[in-house]
């Protein structure tokens, strides 16, 4: 959550006004307070999900124990123009219908090779869930690429070089 | 605060604040005046020790910043960690009678946090250009009158690179080069071999190689390599004002330093037909103060420093200040940014890089058109080139285990090559910015209005840096060539110049080969504004000769009573 969001709910409260679940009519419909995209609970664990299946946990985390999901969606709220944040939303609404057809079971009930087999299919199945997907896989892989765990445990990051060397030879590639 | 100094300078970007240095070293008390806040080396760096996942949207601008800033977001460094350098689309509105997009750092140190650092120096097949060439006016220096300044400017900004013994582009005081890898050498020995006029040479950037002691004397450190110069560095490996030149003037006792501070005008005095101070509005308080000296310097940036001077009107210059020939805020260049080129090589794939290089790698200075005339457009382009070893990417489709393991073990790619052309822009009169009659900005400033396009010739020389660089690069071996027309608007370079150029007749000119204004000899603008013609180097450097070159006359001509 980012300073202006906070600042909104600190003008929300000041202001006296009662502080409720923005649900409505509907089950819980706003799971998080992203500025533009409206979730419901259920997507955002459906994306919590796709992001693990694209990176699951091994001997190192996975990519829900980073929030990746988080990230994603945190970027796809602020760094995306409306038409992307729409195919976004629209094409992740249309994703349990192809867990449906394909193994009629929702995403999670699925086994890892079912759940790789669905994220596949969602390149081809809608334009929405083709856009939908490229975008889930962009940002899931800048997000861990990106993360605080993998740029100082895996693959840590220097910040400070203090060296350029224009001819490395590299060492016999063990394939 | 004492309102009178013996010289105050206007603007504490990458001329300004050599104007500081100069002049109070020379003992005299100086008001550097700038518009925008305080940024103090070291303390008001706040995004220098970040590292990339501290950045919330991982360097990236958001929606909302990019729609409200079309203009700034063009620009490269524009990116989460130095938005806080750059002036905001809003903050300061000009009027656009053709696109331009006006890339501004108002604050102390100005641009000099956020330049590229690339640092050649002119030789004189550029000096006489103009007149070689027949367009704009002859410059009134060559390159002899310039080289020991470059020299004294060299030595304490610290520049690293070779001595390459080029014509076309004098060799300096150096620090050790950054080294080319490589396929840039690759690139380099193809030239050598199958070009015998054209070069490669490691890129001459502002970097402290291997400081000296008077480096560490102004607090400064070997460059780190780290590449994120934008944010300020807090090694001081890089040269800006605010880590070299403010400090040092400051040191002297002598400088005071003002920030918040618009300078409306230059106040003429008719009675004394010299320029008496300046006005100033604090941005603060929009209070209306007077600052005498007996010399200004102008250096608010290019267009800026046109704007003051337009704006400074008298009974005496009713057109702005030394403007009696009509030819201020005219004859505005730039350079062509717009072309590159791209490729891959798939030779030497047992070699790879390890850090990073801060000069960018190397530079191909001008070779069209050098010694004569040989295309069917005038002047020529200087080029950025450099290669790297890519990753190889990983299966579109890899998802799961697979991926992960991929995207922890990169491997590496082939070597990606690239190239940008820098042009050389005609001046011309069509070329210019005034001031909007009506409009004012918060300090009762007139808005500028900007127009300037590219021509024809600019066209002409982009076509050619394509098939040139397209031979150089297939006779290199490079394969899966791209060229690439990047439209651009002018002023994205961040390199106009012009409007008060430099010459020796004043009927045809605003400067003389001082770069005092003709009509007003106590006032002298060194900054891009005084520039007659633009050459292909990066500017930055001959800015800076020529305003130690001009403080030291101006020195000369207080001491003589002639200021």
């Known amino acids: 959550m980012n300073r202006r969001t906070l600042l909104k709910h600190a ?150 070089p203090g060296r350029y060397n224009g001819y490395v030879l590299l060492k016999q590639q063990t394939a | 605060m004492q309102n009178t100094f013996d010289a105050i300078v206007i603007g504490s970007g990458i001329s300004g604040g050599w104007a500081a240095k100069e002049l109070t070293e020379k003992g005299l008390t100086t008001l550097v005046l700038e518009r925008g806040r305080d940024v103090k080396h070291l303390v008001d760096y706040p995004t220098t020790s970040l590292m990339p996942y501290e950045f919330e949207h991982r360097g990236r601008l958001t929606q909302e910043i990019q729609e409200a800033n079309p203009i700034a977001s063009r620009c490269y460094a524009f990116r989460e960690d130095a938005l806080h350098f750059f002036v905001k689309d809003a903050e300061h509105p000009y009027i656009q009678e053709k696109p331009f997009d006006w890339i501004r750092g108002y604050q102390v140190g100005g641009k000099s946090l956020l330049w590229a650092r690339q640092t050649q120096r002119w030789s004189d097949f550029d000096f006489e250009g103009p007149v070689r060439d027949g367009f704009a006016v002859d410059w009134p220096i060559r390159y002899a009158d310039l080289a020991p300044w470059y020299s004294h400017v060299e030595r304490f900004a610290g520049i690293a690179g070779n001595r390459d013994g080029l014509d076309s582009l004098p060799d300096g005081d150096f620090l050790p080069a950054w080294p080319l890898n490589i396929v840039e050498d690759h690139f380099k020995n193809t030239l050598k071999q199958k070009f015998n006029t054209r070069h490669l040479i490691s890129a001459r950037a502002a970097h402290l190689s291997q400081p000296q002691p008077i480096h560490l004397e102004q607090g400064r450190a070997k460059c780190q390599n780290r590449v994120l110069c934008q944010r300020g560095c807090p090694f001081g490996g890089y040269f800006s004002s605010n880590a070299s030149t403010l400090p040092w003037a400051a040191k002297t006792g002598k400088l005071t330093l003002r920030p918040h501070s618009v300078v409306h005008s230059i106040i003429y005095d008719e009675k004394k037909g010299k320029a008496t101070g300046v006005r100033v509005i604090d941005t603060q308080t929009k209070q209306e103060i007077v600052y005498n000296a007996r010399i200004i310097f102008v250096n608010a940036a290019a267009l800026n420093t046109n704007l003051i001077l337009l704006n400074s009107t008298s009974g005496r210059f009713p057109q702005g200040l030394g403007n009696d020939n009509g030819l201020l805020g005219k004859y505005i260049a730039f350079h062509n940014y717009s072309a590159t080129i791209s490729a891959e090589y798939e030779g030497y794939l047992n070699y790879t890089t390890d850090g990073r290089n801060p000069a960018g790698g190397g530079y191909v200075p001008r070779f069209r058109n050098l010694y004569k005339q040989e295309t069917d457009f005038l002047r020529g382009y200087a080029a950025g080139f450099n290669a790297h070893r890519s990753t190889s990417n990983p299966r579109p489709d890899a998802i799961g285990e697979d ?64 098939e040139q660089f397209t031979a150089m690069f297939a006779a290199a071996g490079f394969t899966n060539i791209k060229t690439h027309i990047t439209p651009r608007n002018p002023g994205l370079d961040i390199h106009e110049m012009g409007g008060v150029r430099m010459g020796h007749d004043p009927k045809t000119s605003l400067l003389n080969k001082w770069n005092q204004l003709h009509a007003c000899s106590n006032v002298f603008v060194t900054d891009g504004a005084c520039m007659t013609s633009t050459a292909t180097q990066n500017p930055s450097l001959t800015y800076m000769a020529l305003t130690a070159r001009a403080a030291n006359h101006a020195m000369e001509e207080l001491k003589k009573g002639n200021l």
């Not at chain 1, 945190?74 to 409306?82: E, F, I, N, R, S």
């Not at chain 1, 944040?85 to 009629?104: C, D, T």
């Not at chain 1, 079912?114 to 896989?137: D, M, N, P, V």
């Not at chain 1, 899931?140 to 445990?153: A, H, N, P, Q």
């Open chain 2, 403 to 466: 991926w992960k393991k991929q995207l922890l073990n990169p491997q590496p790619g082939l070597w990606r090559v690239g190239s940008h052309m820098m042009g050389e822009t005609i001046p011309k009169a069509t070329n210019f910015i005034a001031l909007d009659k009506e409009q004012k900005d918060d300090w009762g400033v007139p808005l500028l209005r900007v127009n300037v396009a590219y021509d024809e010739n600019d066209e002409k020389m982009r076509r050619d840096y394509h």
């Open chain 1, 11 to 160: 003008i929300i409260l000041g202001g006296g006004m009662v502080f409720i679940p923005a649900c409505g009519g509907k089950e819980e419909k706003k799971a998080s307070a992203w500025k533009h995209l409206s979730l419901t609970a259920g997507e955002e664990a459906l994306v919590g999900e796709m992001v693990e299946t694209l990176i699951p946990a091994t001997d190192t985390p996975g990519a829900k124990a980073l929030e990746i999901d988080r990230f994603v969606l945190m970027m796809v709220d602020d760094c995306y123009p409306k038409d992307q944040q729409a195919g976004f939303v629209k094409g992740l609404q249309q994703s349990p219908a192809v867990a449906e057809k394909l193994f009629h079971r929702s995403f999670d009930k699925c086994s890892t090779e079912e759940k790789i087999k669905i994220l596949q299919a969602l390149s081809t199945h809608t334009a929405e869930t083709g856009q939908f997907y490229k975008l889930l896989r962009e940002l899931t892989r800048e997000g861990y690429l990106k993360s605080k765990f993998v740029m100082t445990k895996l693959l840590p990051y220097e910040l400070v």
